[in-house]
């Protein structure tokens, strides 16, 4: 599907006009149908949108909040999506949200993407919002290069749902949505910033392998038009 990409002067502009973009389509959704759900990234880039949006006045009661992906690391981890979710989305008027986490204590990673599942599975029929974040290796989501569980995740036939990954350039073992759980999301949208990240997504617009960089997956066959957001 197609991208429209949106540049901006600087990372303030580019949050001020994003958390305007996610704030009108949440507010649609909940008076289109009295609920409105998101999935967001982790890592550092999405602070300043978490910023701007957690001031969004909307009816933030009607709306759930989760994750793309997570380490599988409790939310007290300084590495926890989930505490960058809370720390800069979770409060002022988005403080009235319903935040659905990832990681659950269980037995095995497999069987806390099994509960997130479940909790989650209400929520991402589609998202109307989904935000991607985007690695230096070209990583999106926990899609990491060479994934153990890449292929599986990519494949638009899988279910909808979270699922484990381990890869070299992870870290942790992560829990991370499905591409079919995030790529109808009316609106689909990769935030990154700084001239490396640009130099990243022209490498991949240029090639056609998704095992090397499988941000070329959404790229290339997303479901919903791809709204790329960057600011140097
Ligand atoms: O758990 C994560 O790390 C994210 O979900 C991941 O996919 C992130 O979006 C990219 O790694 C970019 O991270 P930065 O914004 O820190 O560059």
Redesign the pocket.
Known sequence: MASTFHEFANGADLATALADKVAKQLSAAISSKGAASIAV??????KRFFEALSGKDLDWTKVSVTL????FVPADSPRS?HLLVATHLLKDKAAATTFIPLYHEAATIDAAAEIATGKTASICNPFDVAI????GDG????FFPRGNHLAKALNLSTPRGVMTMAAEGAGEERLTFTFSSLSDAPLLVLHIEGQEKKDVLAKAEAGSDETDMPIRAVLNRAVSPLEIYWAP
Do not use: F, Q
Request: no cysteine.
């Open positions: 990234s982790g890592g550092s880039t999405p793309v992906d997570e380490r999506n991607l974040g985007m690695g990583h999106t989501a926990s």
